[in-house]
């Protein structure tokens, strides 16, 4: 059965660093999401991207972080500088029919800020 | 923008017995969620739901939507269910979820 991939798994990385995480949603997937949950919460929606642009953003999602589709089957969430509580699992998922599908995700990527 | 609330927030119970969680939302919607997600923390989809009834296995979901209220039953519980069980509706008009805080459910042997 088809997938999301996420890669890395971990990123350990100094805070005020720029972090890229890679998530390759399901093939004919038009919908793409990125959630978060930080360590013992609640899984939080980020950011929502459909036809080659933001749909759906978050409070969260503010001007440090940003998406992009840059081929026909990435899709990176990137932290521009990072923080001591931007540390958790980030998720990726992706649907074909929007609100008539189920989403598909990623096994996730541990974010831990140093 | 909606909220959700589950409960119980945790459920411990012997294999074999009937587990029910509840979901409760304050917005109208156009489908509930129901999602497990492993201890690993991997994110399944379990069910898809805007009306009714819906059963896959031993798993069963129903909602109402007046009530805006959804349960979720586990009949003949297993060790192998243990997991956190997790609600999510439409978080706006759009199609991004908005998650409850889960119930971490424990089936022991």
């Known amino acids: 059965e088809p997938e999301v991939t996420q890669t890395p798994s971990h990123q350990v990385t100094q805070m005020g660093q720029e972090v890229i995480l890679r998530c390759v949603p399901i093939?004919?997937?038009?919908?793409f999401y990125w959630y978060r949950q930080i360590l013992g919460q609640k899984v939080e929606f980020l950011v929502s991207f459909y036809n080659n642009e933001i749909s759906e953003k978050s409070e969260i999602f503010d001007d440090q972080f940003s998406v992009e589709r840059p081929d026909g089957s990435n899709f990176t969430l990137k932290i521009r500088s990072t923080k001591l509580e931007d540390s958790a699992m980030y998720f990726c998922?992706?649907?074909?029919?929007?609100?008539?599908?189920?989403?598909?995700f990623g096994d996730g990527t541990r974010l831990s800020i140093l | 923008k909606n909220e959700v609330e589950q409960s119980p927030q945790n459920l411990t119970a012997q294999e074999g017995e009937f587990i029910t969680i509840n979901c409760s939302y304050s917005v109208g919607i156009s489908a509930l969620h129901w999602l497990q997600q492993h201890p690993g923390g991997g994110i399944v989809s379990l069910f898809m739901?805007?009306?009714g009834k819906k059963k896959h296995g031993r798993l069963i979901a129903t909602i109402n939507i007046q009530e805006k209220h959804s349960s979720l039953h586990i009949t003949a519980s297993h060790p192998r269910d243990s997991a956190v069980y997790i609600c999510?509706?439409?978080?706006?008009?759009?199609?991004?979820?908005?998650f409850g805080k889960g119930t971490t459910l424990s089936v022991s042997s």
């Open positions: 999510a509706v439409p978080w706006q008009a759009g199609t991004a979820l908005i």
């Open positions: 739901l805007s009306s």
């Open positions: 093939s004919n997937h038009l919908y």
């Open positions: 998922a992706s649907s074909d029919q929007g609100t008539s599908q189920p989403q598909h």
